[in-house]
């Protein structure tokens, strides 16, 4: 009877949500609609928010940047190495160049809001000011190697798939395009950076000099070699999908010697810590206890 009942209400429950399904389906989906409209205009006016909020701030550094001197050569020079870390806008010179004076300014400020210019302030706010200066660059110098370092471990795994692609019967912007889209989760930086270079050969221009572009733009040793594999592979009509698969094993046996330096390297590194902090700890918990005997005896 438990059973009878309980499929009873089963059936039934069913049968009202398709009935409602059936005539309320119009009014669902105006509901429905409502909401994603609405979803849209909140999304819509916080793009916004934030791209006005983006502007004055470009503004603003704009306005800043004036007071630090540069000349075109500098801009240039600064400009290529935004783009290496990443930033392709065209505000991002005028960002770095007001980093470059509020940073000094903002170090000044704490230092006599702390007091710690009392000590002797020519050498406190020449320390800010110069330091201030060259923090923007130190930070951006650590960006373009992080940016690097990433591009070199994510390489032999694009190279692979490359290859696949290619022996599987793919032109290679087919398995360019294939791989930036399977990949990208995994190495948003390289997929970035072969997007732009079939984005630049869908808007005519070669593919030569679009692999050129990709090589001074990322200024990496392992991706000029491969540009110079695939523009002599493009000059010449060779196959290429051999000589990317030795690339990407060379690469591969080049990291793991790296790695194999470095761990080679912490037996000298940790010379300073032990002699500084581990020693000097154990030679008081070794030594104390008998000091303090020899003293009391002594007495």
């Not at 948003?188 to 692999?211: K, N, T, Y």
Request: proline share 3%; net charge positive; with cysteine.
């Amino acid at each position: 009877m438990l059973y009878a009942f309980s499929v009873f209400v089963i059936v039934f429950l069913l049968m009202g949500s398709g009935l409602l399904l059936v005539f309320y389906r119009e009014i669902l989906g105006q509901r429905i609609s409502g909401i994603l409209a609405a979803d849209d205009e909140s999304g819509s006016r916080l793009k916004s928010k934030l791209r006005g909020a983006a502007e004055s701030l470009t503004g603003i550094a704009g306005s800043i940047q004036k007071i630090v001197p540069k000349s075109e050569t500098d801009v240039s020079a600064v400009r290529k190495r935004l783009v290496r870390a990443g930033f392709r806008n065209e505000s991002a010179v005028n960002i770095l160049y007001a980093l470059k004076g509020l940073v000094p300014m903002t170090a000044c400020v704490v230092a006599t809001a702390t007091g710690a210019y009392q000590w002797s302030p020519l050498i406190v706010f020449g320390a800010s000011i110069v330091l201030g200066y060259l923090l923007p660059d130190y930070v951006l110098d650590q960006l373009i190697k992080s940016r690097a370092e990433q591009i070199r471990a994510g390489l032999p795994d694009v190279l692979d798939l490359l290859v696949v692609c290619l022996e599987a019967g793919l032109s290679l912007d087919q398995s360019v395009l294939r791989a930036t889209d399977e990949l990208r989760p995994s190495y948003p930086v390289i997929v970035d950076e072969f997007s732009l270079v079939m984005l630049e050969v869908r808007a005519g221009r070669s593919r030569s000099e679009a692999w050129r572009s990709l090589a001074e733009r990322t200024d990496v040793d392992v991706i000029r070699l491969l540009v110079s594999i695939l523009v002599q592979a493009d000059q010449f009509g060779t196959g290429i999908s051999k000589t990317m698969r030795i690339h990407s094993e060379t690469m591969r046996t080049r990291r793991k010697q790296r790695i194999e330096e470095a761990a080679a390297k912490t037996t000298v590194k940790l010379i300073f810590p032990l002699l500084l902090f581990i020693f000097p700890s154990v030679w008081v918990v070794v030594l104390g206890p008998a000091a303090i005997t020899i003293s009391e005896s002594l007495k």
